[in-house]
């Protein structure tokens, strides 16, 4: 009896299991949609604020390399490293170094990894990320970095002097290879791009979010632009300059003495105009020509800024004078006042003409353009 009893509770529990197990499959669905699985979160590196001097504008920012802590990070340790050239002995930095206003050390001409010297003095990289909201567009294609404009962008003039043979001489297979070996980097792109798989596009984003970081904003000329005093600010402060400083502004901007302002404006903190001039030097260099094969850029290149002067010597885009003294000479009575050089240049037929006091004012001037807290800040120094 027992025993029928027993098979007859098993029966019914089997067919109750069943009934229940039933019902659950019928419910699943339901329960997926109140609690769906959580979805996959997508990569987002921690945003960088970037802090603006009084009365910057802000630079634009591509939306698809914006600023990131760790994109930063990794763009400065990728611009120390010399494991982007081939023998791995030099860096970004070994050409554009912080002390020099980031030119190199000094010299004429920055000299490869193999000993072969360039014909092109070494540009500054402060304030660069306003290049692009500047610089001209000519024709339908933009021309904004380097002496002749050959780069569009931040972003792909990283790769030049990587793979030019005259300077960092390797190639991108190659970085890329070694920058996958290390036993660092792949966890550092995975931060700043969410992948360890190190591509030229992220080693391009890399390098230009960093360089759109390094600023040069406190100089006695940027007092003289926006002066925060006391009684409330006051721009274009003339106060904060010497008697000889504030003529060599007169000098600056008088088109019957200096002429200067046309190409480096200073009525915004850049002082360039940032187009392409022939400024009447006599070298064979094409400049912007090389780039738009257009014979009347012949000899063009980009205003550069005169931004911490001091520090950048020599000057010229071939580097061909050491003082501040020889580039005033040069303007007052050496530059070649024919085709093709600048307008801004021919009108001076018989040059500037400049009086002994007025070429050491217009110097003092160009001095208070230096910024010495620059040199100080270790964000932009090695990591």
Not at 4 to 21: D, E, S
Not at 95 to 122: L, P
Not at 130 to 159: C, H, M, N, T
Not at 246 to 260: A, P, Q, S, Y
Request: charge should be negative; aromatic fraction near 10%; proline fraction near 8%.
């Amino acid at each position: 009896m027992m025993a029928g009893i027993n098979r007859i509770q098993i029966i019914l529990l089997g067919v109750v299991a069943g009934l229940v197990l039933n019902a659950c499959r019928k419910e699943d669905p339901l329960v997926d949609k109140l609690n769906p699985p959580p979805a996959d979160t997508p990569f987002q590196a921690t945003p960088y604020i970037l802090q603006l001097p009084l009365g910057w504008s802000a630079p634009p920012i591509p939306a698809n390399n914006p600023l990131t802590v760790e994109g930063v990070a990794l763009g400065r340790k990728l611009f120390y490293d010399p494991i982007l050239s081939a023998n791995n002995t030099q860096s970004c930095g070994s050409c554009h170094n912080q002390q020099f206003g980031f030119t190199d050390n000094g010299k004429q001409f920055s000299v490869g990894i193999d000993n072969i010297a360039g014909n092109r003095q070494s540009m500054p990289i402060f304030n660069l990320a306003w290049v692009e909201r500047f610089a001209p567009v000519i024709g339908s294609k933009p021309y904004r970095f380097f002496w002749d404009g050959g780069a569009a962008d931040l972003e792909s003039q990283v790769v030049g002097p990587i793979t030019n043979p005259i300077e960092m001489h390797d190639s991108l297979p190659h970085v890329l290879a070694k920058l996958q070996a290390h036993p660092q980097y792949p966890e550092l792109f995975q931060k700043a791009f969410g992948t360890s798989e190190i591509k030229t596009i992220h080693l391009m984003k890399a390098i230009a979010q960093f360089e759109r970081t390094i600023l040069s904003s406190q100089s006695k000329f940027d007092n003289f632009l926006i002066h925060v005093t006391p009684t409330g600010t006051k721009f274009f402060d003339f106060s904060v300059f010497t008697p000889e400083e504030k003529n060599g502004h007169d000098v600056f901007m008088d088109e019957t003495r200096g002429d200067c302002f046309h190409c480096h404006p200073v009525s915004t903190p850049f002082t360039t105009d940032f187009l392409f001039h022939n400024n009447g030097h006599t070298s064979n260099d094409p400049g912007l020509r090389r780039i738009t094969g257009n014979p009347d850029d012949q000899g063009k290149f980009r205003a550069a800024t005169l931004r911490n002067l001091l520090l950048t010597a020599p000057y010229m885009h071939d580097g061909r004078f050491q003082t501040l003294e020889e580039v005033v000479e040069f303007y007052n009575s050496g530059a070649n006042r024919s085709y093709p050089a600048d307008p801004f240049i021919t009108k001076h037929p018989t040059g500037l003409n400049l009086s002994n006091q007025d070429k050491s004012d217009l110097v003092a001037f160009l001095k208070t353009m230096t910024d010495s807290a620059f040199l100080l800040k270790t964000d932009y120094g090695k990591p």
